[in-house]
């Protein structure tokens, strides 16, 4: 049964401290996502890839934010320095983009992140 | 640009009535439309989807259908559960459009099912 998978589940850490998330993608897919969500928020998209390929980082905070794809199977958000209102869930999807066609995105059961 | 609206929750209901949650969408070009659905503690699942206009998705009692002339994409359940109580999402992404593969979700709409 493929999934996508993140670790670590939760993590708790102290403000400034930095914070890496995974996400291993379905085999095969082509695209991936992080989003991050928050009561207040909902869910936002932070950054998207395609064939390893950042297409859209704008909803990242870039001067303490970073997703980087070093290979088809790992994907990487990295937060330095963590600041309190860090603190959600974030969620990795992938999916396949073929020509003019999407799969649906299959979610991680994401990364529950505290920052005290 | 693309976005979808769905109705504010919370949504609480005896078990055995019936579900309805409103989703409208505004798109540019022809999208696909999803039903997502979390459960505590879980990632997104897909619940449903429709690829065109007129499409119907169906899974696990749950139906939507595409309607391009009210740019809506409904949920109803007949029948609903208390296993049923989760947060529905309602999506959109349209690959042929300058934003890619890109998925806009609604800000999703508590149920809680009592017995």
């Known amino acids: 049964d493929a999934r996508v998978t993140q670790t670590p589940r939760d993590k708790v850490t102290e403000m400034g401290q930095e914070v890496t998330m995974r996400c291993q993608p379905i085999l095969g897919h082509n695209t991936v996502f992080w989003y991050r969500q928050t009561m207040k928020q909902g869910l936002e998209l932070l950054a998207y890839f395609r064939n390893r390929a950042p297409l859209d980082d704008s909803g990242m905070p870039k001067d303490r934010f970073s997703a980087e794809m070093p290979d088809a199977t790992l994907a990487t958000l990295k937060i330095q320095p963590s600041e309190p209102r860090d603190s959600a869930v974030y969620f990795c999807a992938s999916g396949l983009r073929t020509g003019a066609l999407n799969t649906e995105a299959f979610f991680g059961q994401g990364t529950r992140l505290t920052v005290v | 640009g693309d976005s979808v609206t769905q109705m504010e929750g919370p949504v609480t209901l005896s078990e055995e ?17 999803f039903w997502y659905v979390q ?10 989807k ?4 007129d499409d119907k998705g169906s899974n696990k009692g749950f139906e939507a ?19 049923d109580s989760a947060v529905y999402f309602c999506a959109l992404s349209d690959p042929r459009t300058n934003t890619g593969n890109q998925f806009y979700f609604g800000t999703g709409t508590s149920l809680t099912v009592i017995p």
């Open chain 2, 17 to 33: 009535a019936f579900l309805t949650i409103n989703c409208t969408y505004t798109a540019t070009g022809y999208p696909s439309l």
């Open chain 2, 39 to 48: 459960y505590p503690g879980e990632g997104l699942q897909l619940l449903l």
């Open chain 2, 50 to 53: 429709a690829t065109k206009a």
């Open chain 2, 65 to 83: 259908t595409y309607r391009k002339e009210t740019t809506s994409f409904h949920l109803e359940k007949g029948s609903v559960q208390v296993s």
